[in-house]
C-alpha cells in the first residue's frame, strides 16, 4: 500500500544489540535495553506508546507462548495494548503501522527478537513445510537453498563467482557495522577454493547463527515532524506470498518479492540504498532481479544477513539499517526487504524516504 498526505507514518527512532553467535543473555534481556534504546532515541516517555507489537517464534525459545515473556521488555503494567506476530519483527512493524492507520493514537512500538542458539535450525525450520510430503522428510533449509542455488545455476542467471563476489561485498561491507557478526575482507578465489558444504553452497554462502533483538518506533505525521529533525517516511509497505510448495513455483525468481514491491509503489527505479534480506547469498541474486533494482545499487552496506542473522529480527534489522541511512543524511530514498519461510516464499517490501 502506497502512502497518502492523509496516512503519514515515519520510523522516528530505533535500537538494536549487536548479533551474537551465543549470547550469555535471555532473549527478554537482550530485549530490555534495546526498547529502552529506541524510546530514549524517539525522544519519548513509554507510556506515550498507545500501541505495541512483538515478533519472535516460540520454536526457538522452546516453550508455549514464551513470547508473553518478552512483553516485560515493553513494560505491560499498567495494562497496553499489544499484540504478537509469529514472524520477523518486520511483520510486527507492520501490523503497527496498520494500527497507526486508524488515527486515534499516535506513537507505537515494534521490536523482534530470536536467540538462535540454544537450538538446532535445521531441526526446527523443517517444520515450516508442508505437514505431508516434505517436513517428514526433514528437509532444512540449507539443503533447500542448495536446490535453489542450482537452479539458479543451470538456469544461467548467475555463476559460483557471482555467488562469492556477494558474500565478499557482503563482509567488506560489515567492516563498518559494529552489531555485523561476521566482516572483514575475503578474497573472491579464495572463497571458491574452499570446499562444498551443500554443493553448490560452500559454508561462507550460508548466514550465521545468531542472536540478537531491534526495537521500532513508529510515529503519525505531525507527532513525527515534532519529536524528530528527519522522520524517515514509509512511502509503501507491502508483503505477499508464494505458493507453500517449493516444487509449485519457479525458485529461480520471486513472484510475491515483485508483487509487494509493486504494492508498495516501487517501480524498479533509483533508490540511493536497498537493504535486503537474503540469508543464502544466491538468493541476493533472485531478489535483485525480482525487484527490478537497477545495476550499481548500493545493496546491503550493513552487510545484511550474511554478516548477522538474529532470526525474527534479521528482516526489521534491514529496515532499520535503511532507516538510519535516510535518518542521518547519507540517503534520502531506501527499499527495505523482510522474508520469511523457505526460498524467499514470503516477502514484505518497505519504500523509505526523507524530506
Not at 543473555?25 to 524517539?42: K, N
Amino acid at each position: 500500500m502506497a502512502a497518502t498526505s492523509s496516512n503519514e507514518i515515519a520510523i522516528v527512532g530505533f535500537a538494536q544489540s549487536p548479533s551474537v553467535r551465543d549470547a550469555d543473555a535471555s532473549e527478554v534481556q537482550l530485549l530490555v535495553p534495546v526498547v529502552a534504546a529506541a524510546i530514549e532515541h524517539a525522544g519519548i516517555e513509554r507510556r506515550d506508546i498507545g500501541f505495541t507489537c512483538s515478533g519472535s517464534c516460540d520454536y526457538l525459545t522452546g516453550g508455549p507462548f514464551a513470547f508473553v515473556s518478552n512483553l516485560e521488555a515493553a513494560g505491560a503494567w499498567p495494562p497496553i495494548s499489544e499484540s504478537h506476530v509469529e514472524a520477523d519483527g518486520a511483520w510486527a512493524l507492520y501490523e503497527a503501522w496498520v494500527r497507526l492507520l486508524e488515527g486515534d493514537i499516535d506513537l507505537a512500538l515494534a521490536f523482534g527478537s530470536g536467540k538462535s542458539s540454544p537450538s538446532n535450525p535445521a531441526e526446527v525450520w523443517a517444520q515450516q513445510l508442508d505437514p505431508y510430503y516434505l517436513a517428514p522428510l526433514g528437509i532444512d533449509p540449507v539443503s533447500l537453498a542448495g536446490i535453489q542455488a542450482r537452479a539458479l545455476l543451470d538456469s544461467g542467471k548467475a555463476t559460483e563467482r557471482d555467488f562469492a563476489e556477494v558474500v565478499a561485498r557482503s563482509r567488506r561491507n560489515a567492516k563498518s557495522n559494529p552489531n555485523a557478526q561476521l566482516k572483514g575482507d575475503v578474497d573472491v578465489d579464495a572463497l571458491l577454493a574452499e570446499p562444498y558444504y551443500r554443493e553448490p553452497l560452500r559454508r561462507h554462502d550460508l548466514p550465521p547463527i545468531s542472536d540478537g533483538a531491534v526495537a521500532v518506533i513508529l510515529a503519525r505525521g505531525d507527532k513525527a515532524r515534532a519529536i524528530c529533525s528527519r522522520p524517515v517516511w514509509i512511502r509503501g509497505i507491502d508483503h505477499r506470498i508464494d505458493a507453500h510448495q517449493p516444487g509449485m513455483r519457479d525458485i529461480t525468481t520471486s513472484s510475491s518479492a515483485t508483487l509487494a514491491a509493486r504494492k508498495a509503489g516501487y517501480d524498479g527505479g533509483p533508490v540511493d540504498v536497498a537493504e535486503v534480506s537474503t540469508p543464502f547469498s544466491p538468493q541476493e541474486i533472485v531478489l535483485r532481479e525480482a525487484l527490478g533494482l537497477p545495476a550499481g545499487t548500493n545493496v546491503n552496506p550493513s552487510g545484511g544477513a550474511l554478516a548477522g542473522n538474529p532470526i525474527m529480527a534479521e528482516g526489521l534489522i534491514r529496515i532499520v539499517e535503511a532507516a538510519a541511512r535516510i535518518m542521518d543524511g547519507s540517503a534520502n530514498r531506501a527499499l527495505a526487504h523482510a522474508t520469511s519461510g523457505q526460498l524467499l516464499q514470503q516477502n514484505l517490501v518497505c519504500v523509505l524516504e526523507g524530506e
